[in-house]
């Protein structure tokens, strides 16, 4: 089978991003991968700053202080000890993982047919800033743009986004959403309490035109594993609504098929963001489920290739 991954990005230890996206191709090929959606990363630095101060943090660690001290997450720890020293590695650790959107378009121009650059909305730039600099350059290459609640710090059904999802709508495109928690001080329940599912079907009931892509299906968490799931769950009834089993334990993939079927869930694999673990492991986790074959192939390939031709991109 051609596998489909909806949810890849390139590997940050390569800064040029043709040779990053050569990579990324070597993985694929491993993986009987024969497309991926290439997602790019903005963040912005000025809005982390706004948003995350020592006593917002220490407010968040508070609510979970128990759960922190059990998880020995290095980042969380440090934040513990010295939340100032704890505040300046975050933003070095976005400055080091930001992907601009004209990196995702460059790499996906060098391997055509094989990656389909995602562009990313940037805080700092707000919606008409995004607009310009990353959607209309890049309007007939791109399959759509991604949020990240948690990085930007902002709710995905803002009022604000909606001439953002409307120009998204005008290209046929997909807006992505990351959900769940994030690592390093977004792990903090009230550092993505904004990364929930239900506002994604928020904005996917005001914008019934544009595909919202619930990443991660609300569940990635490394305190609290499924935090959001029965959201994602829940949000998956209305028609414009997919989710991605993106850095989601392989259990949650199996309860999800349970309970709402296949048809609306595409394989991801945040690589090469799940430590340890190449596309093909990922891949494996998939084959491995206590599920029919026929879901399997749905999830790995057929409902891609269905979303992908319905927007024009095959
Ligand atoms: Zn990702």
Avoid: Q
Avoid at 6 to 33: K, N, Q, S, T, W
Avoid at 124 to 143: A, H, Q, S, W, Y
Avoid at 231 to 256: H, I, K, M, Q
Avoid at 280 to 299: N, Q
């Amino acid at each position: 089978m051609k596998i489909i991954d909806f949810h890849v990005h390139l590997p940050y230890r390569y800064r040029d991003p043709v040779e990053a996206a050569g990579r990324l191709i070597v993985e694929m090929d491993r993986a009987g991968v024969e497309r991926a959606v290439l997602i790019a990363v903005e963040a912005g630095v000025k809005t982390f700053r706004r948003n995350v101060g020592a006593r917002e943090v220490k407010r968040a660690l508070g609510e979970v202080l128990d759960f922190v001290s059990l998880s020995r997450i290095p980042m969380l720890n440090k934040l513990v000890y010295d939340v100032e020293a704890g505040i300046r590695d975050h933003v070095a650790l976005i400055e080091e993982h930001r992907r601009a959107t004209w990196e995702v378009v460059e790499a996906s121009r060098a391997y055509p047919g094989r990656l389909i650059p995602v562009a990313s909305y940037c805080p700092d730039k707000g919606v008409d800033g995004t607009i310009r600099d990353n959607i209309e350059p890049f309007k007939d290459e791109i399959l759509g743009v991604k949020i990240y609640p948690t990085l930007h710090f902002t709710s995905p059904s803002s009022s604000k986004l909606d001439k953002l999802y409307r120009k998204i709508a005008e290209i046929n495109g997909v807006v992505i959403v990351h959900t769940g928690c994030d690592p390093g001080l977004w792990e903090l329940p009230r550092m993505c309490r904004l990364a929930r599912p239900k506002y994604v079907a928020e904005a996917a009931r005001r914008h019934r035109d544009v595909v919202f892509i619930i990443a991660h299906l609300g569940s990635y968490s490394a305190l609290m594993p499924g935090i959001y799931f029965h959201e994602a769950l829940e949000a998956l009834g209305l028609e414009n609504v997919y989710a991605d089993t993106s850095a989601v334990d392989p259990f949650f993939v199996e309860r999800a098929v349970e309970e709402v079927g296949s048809s609306k869930l595409l394989f991801g694999s945040d690589y090469p963001y799940m430590v340890g673990l190449t596309i093909r492991d990922v891949v494996r986790e998939i084959l491995e489920l206590g599920i029919p074959e026929r879901d399997k192939e749905a999830i790995l390939r057929l409902n891609a290739l269905r979303l992908l031709r319905e927007r024009g991109r095959l």
